[in-house]
């Protein structure tokens, strides 16, 4: 589980995100990072217990993405970044495909999983198979569980027309106008620090494990 103090530091973090603060801070910083470090350990474990592409060994410092915000070409200056961010694939973070994330913040904690935002080639593949498999794909996301902890795919990025090759009046026409195929759902603060997060959290993730199927074959 999530330690009380990991999420009350970067609670803290967030109302003083500056270098002096959190160098005087350095050592709670390193505590929760342990503690996010364990609970991914035990993430990991849990997510290869139903996707056999994910390696149970799995470290989880290659999982867990670095607090340092890259600010050269950013407007915002703020130094860290308020969040844990856990990417979970056969590579950890560094993926090409789709993945696993949990998030871990204050109030905003959520788990999800899919291809986010794929590059041209990966996004060219994954509509055809749509358009040679909707059906499949429908019935996926019709599935009870899946309906039941993500409800629908995230609409973050839709085309406003009609993607290139694709009739307006396609039945998957939905499906196909998406440049992101991720589903997500909110996690509660008291869910993510009580015993047993884990477990909870790693039975959500597997209602999505059929999407990542269906975006692995999309894209082999």
Not at 102 to 117: E, K, L
Not at 168 to 195: R, Y
């Amino acid at each position: 589980m999530i330690d009380a103090s990991t999420l009350n530091f970067l609670r803290d973090l967030s109302g003083h995100n500056e270098r002096d603060w959190f160098n005087s801070h350095k050592k709670t910083y390193e505590a929760a990072r342990e503690n996010i470090l364990e609970f991914t350990s035990k993430l990991i474990s849990g997510i290869a217990s139903f996707d056999n592409t994910v390696p149970a060994d799995l470290s989880p410092r290659d999982c867990v993405m670095r607090i340092y915000r890259d600010i050269r070409f950013s407007n915002d200056k703020t130094p860290f970044k308020t969040n844990f961010g856990i990417a979970i694939s056969s590579n950890g973070k560094n993926f090409k495909g789709p993945g696993y994330y949990v998030n871990i913040q204050p109030s905003r904690c959520f788990i999800a999983g899919g291809s986010w935002f794929p590059e041209a080639d990966e996004l060219k593949a994954i509509r055809q198979e749509i358009d040679y498999n909707g059906s499949e794909l429908r019935a996926i996301l019709a599935e009870p569980g899946f309906q039941k902890v993500f409800g629908e795919l995230d609409r973050e990025a839709v085309l406003k027309t009609t993607p290139k090759g694709y009739a307006a009046d396609h039945e998957d026409i939905g499906l196909l106008k998406l440049k992101s195929f991720t589903a997500s759902a909110e996690i509660a603060d008291n869910a993510i620090t009580k015993s047993g997060a884990v477990s909870t959290i790693s039975s959500r993730l597997e209602k999505i494990y059929p999407l990542m199927v269906f975006l692995r074959n999309a894209i082999s």
